[in-house]
């Protein structure tokens, strides 16, 4: 069974959007023998790219799971793949897939280099843990640069980018790769789909270069152990692949190196010797340590190895909904072992749950398991009530696995039905829509009464409202975009708040004294500070007035936004013999809070985006004056190349909507930006008064 582990991968493939990832894929699903002819985006044939907005769009919106078997070094080896968006509104595809995948194959575009969707990708992998390996795609295009890519890798990302492999040419000469563990130089055969590669010489202008860093990656391993080390000084010639790559290896799982290679995923080359390196270089689930959990009983933590015999232990990283199975729970096996029609103990919600069904998946296709073993990605239907980041186990032995954190959503949108009678079906739309997605709400206004969705992106939540349409058959009414403002308190003061409530017989009293402001540095979410001395106030009142503060940071003061951090210090209070009761010192919690954050200062925040702009030289003044004309501030801007000039800026998302098409008719469409976001900032007064005088209809002072 460890040796069914051993040969086990679970990778993710991330980048920037357009380096290339489905494309690669499915060349691996082409080359692995999974499919017979090979599916592409720009057609909307991508096996990975299954949903229609992706094949009429051309890009990635969801993460898709895949199954393929790879034979490296005489061994069979099951690679589990999951192919993620790179747009930044969909990020939350990422963070998820990264979150229970062992390994991961970071793919950069040659001409594009590191773009801020690669660093983002690149920062959860540091999060998570993830050893990764480099692919830099698209060699054949018109700028590509193998060695300005490898500088980015490692001034932009902070990492020890090691090439294992140097390009054959690049740009419309780019044919093939030199292998630098074997020192050998290979070519792809255009007429069989780069199924066929042939070994060729080194040409004489890369000898020098392929010596040389061949060279400093044999040092680099033979620092990996000190019998090497003695071999590398003795006799450099005995060291063999094996031990080279056995180093690499080493280092990679570490997460000390990022090896890097090399080919063009479209045209055919590198993406078998992309496969070889997974299976040497990526780390099987027996090759990391146990998965850290807590035992929900004692709070105690403990582990669970890879093992098919230990008890059973998994994560559910994402929720969707198939038209034909229902509602599907993808999860990660870390322990155990499970078969279709067992029960299972969900340790989040603390109930059973059967699980009829399990299905590999293949995109949006499913293939029926009887059981499945640690190690494991897989779906399951039948279930009731499991949601994202769940941990399901052994009842007798529960544990619960460390769950995931997701972006607010920065944008948002009010819907309504065209007719009444899709009321009820909109809801129930919605309620399914955000059970998938966790950085996708909906509320509805208390004062207008409105429906509002709220996502990452303008681009977002148009995917949404087209799912709406397409698979739930709901007409809707859209409003425009509006901004997902956050409220906040900016100073800190001392209130009093007395509740009474007299109605002829039993009545209400609640009073007391609390200290509100802004949470300490990092705190997210209420910080309450029970400071309450001499029983003052009942201790089963407490949590009370907890729930009280709770309730309304939903809905701040100032326009209904949600606070996103407050502290409150409860100091003193009374009660009355007969009519003090939990409820009173509750809604005296809630009223004390709408007297105490005008006090305060509350204020609206607005979410700032980090924009990077590639633009022609030429027009590099019209693009930073209109940045600064939407009250950004720009970072910095650095050549690309001779003729790409790079803009960083920090831009509030209000002035952002409609911007790729202001950037186009500037730049006569030969600029492209993208953005993600960046922190919540305080509105400036101005602007502020402006925002409430739009929401509220009045100017606020």
């Keep these: 069974m460890s040796d ?11 980048a920037h959007i357009d380096a290339g990832k489905t494309t690669t894929t499915e060349r691996i699903l082409y080359y692995s023998g999974i499919n017979y002819k090979i599916g592409e985006v720009h057609e909307g044939t991508a096996t990975m790219d299954w949903m229609v907005q992706e094949q009429e769009r051309g890009i990635t919106i969801t993460s898709a799971a895949t199954t393929v078997f790879w034979d490296y070094n005489s061994q069979k080896y099951k690679i589990n793949i999951i192919d993620t968006p790179g747009h930044v509104d969909f990020t939350v595809e990422v963070e998820r897939s990264l979150r229970v995948l062992d390994g ?3 793919i950069f575009c040659a001409v594009g280099g590191v773009q801020p969707q690669s660093e983002t990708v690149w920062r959860q992998a ?3 843990g993830v050893p990764r390996i480099s692919f830099i795609n698209k060699m054949d295009r018109t700028g590509a640069d193998f060695f300005s890519v490898l500088n980015q890798i490692s001034d932009k990302l902070g990492a020890n980018p090691v090439p294992v492999q140097l390009p054959l040419g690049q740009e419309e000469f ?23 590669f042939s070994e060729v010489p080194i040409p004489d202008d890369m000898v020098e270069m392929v010596a040389e860093y061949r060279r400093k990656l044999i040092e680099g391993a033979a620092e990996e152990s000190e019998d090497m080390l ?26 000390r190196i990022t090896p890097v290679l090399c080919g063009s995923s479209l045209r ?32 105690i933590e403990e582990v669970r190895p890879a093992d098919p015999n230990a008890p059973f232990a998994a994560l559910a990283f994402k929720i969707a909904t198939d038209p034909f199975v229902g509602r599907l729970a993808f999860f ?61 186990c052994d009842e007798k032995f529960q544990v619960l696995l460390e769950s995931m954190t997701f972006p607010e959503p920065v944008i948002s949108v009010a819907v309504e039905p065209k007719t009444q009678e899709d009321l009820e079906k909109l809801s129930l739309s919605l309620a399914k829509l955000t059970e998938e997605d966790p950085t996708f709400n909906m509320r509805v206004d208390a004062e207008t009464g409105q429906t509002v969705i709220s996502g990452m992106g303008e681009l977002h939540l148009e995917i949404i409202i087209d799912r709406i349409r397409r698979e739930f058959n709901v007409e809707c009414n859209v409003g425009n975009p509006q901004v997902a403002y956050k409220e906040a308190l900016t100073k800190t003061v001392i209130h009093r708040e007395v509740y009474k409530k007299q109605t002829g017989g039993k009545g209400r009293f609640a009073d007391i004294l609390f200290e509100i402001g802004p949470a300490d540095d990092g705190v997210n979410g209420l910080q309450f500070i029970n400071d309450i001395k001499g029983g003052t106030i009942p201790k089963e009142y407490i949590p009370s007035i907890e729930k009280g503060f709770q309730s309304v940071m939903v809905n701040g003061i100032l326009a209904g936004f949600r606070i996103n951090s407050m502290k409150v210090r409860l100091l003193d209070g009374s009660t009355h013999p007969v009519d003090s009761d939990a409820l009173a010192f509750e809604i005296a919690a809630t009223y004390g809070f709408r007297e105490a954050a005008v006090k305060a200062g509350a204020t609206l925040m607005e979410p700032i985006m980090k924009l990077e702009v590639e633009t022609p030289e030429e027009s590099i003044g019209e693009v930073t004056g209109d940045i600064n004309r939407r009250r950004g501030q720009l970072q910095k801007i650095e050549a690309r190349n001779q003729r790409i000039q790079v803009i960083d800026a920090s831009v509030p998302m209000s002035e952002l909507f409609g911007y790729v098409t202001t950037l186009r008719s500037l730049t006569s469409g030969r600029a492209t930006s993208s953005m ?9 007064d101005d602007i502020q008064r402006q925002v409430l005088y739009k929401l509220r209809g009045y100017y606020v002072s």
């Design 332 to 392: 990660r096996v870390y322990s155990g072992s499970f078969s279709a029609g067992s029960v299972v103990f969900n340790a989040s919600t603390g109930k059973r749950e059967r699980i009829s069904r399990l299905m590999q998946m293949h995109a949006n296709k499913q293939n029926p398991l009887d059981k499945i073993e640690a190690g494991d990605i897989c779906a399951a239907a039948g279930f009731k009530m499991i949601r994202t980041g769940d941990t399901l």
């Design 268 to 299: 055919n080359k590198g993406v078998q010797m992309l496969l070889d390196a997974v299976a040497q270089y990526l780390p099987s689930p027996i090759d990391l340590p146990p998965v850290a959990c807590i035992n929900p009983a004692t709070g």
């Design 126 to 128: 540091d999060r998570y």
């Design 230 to 255: 003695e071999k590398y000084l003795t006799e450099p010639d005995s060291i063999s692949i094996d031990e080279i790559i056995s180093a690499v290896r080493k280092a990679t799982l570490e997460m």
């Design 104 to 106: 991961a194959v970071a």
């Design 676 to 684: 993600q976001f960046s922190h919540y900032e305080i509105l400036p």
């Design 4 to 14: 069914k582990l051993k040969h086990t991968r679970n990778i993710g493939i991330m």
């Design 174 to 196: 780019f044919t093939g790769i030199v292998d630098l563990i074997s020192g050998r130089a290979y070519q792809w055969d255009e007429a069989s789909l780069g199924m066929q």
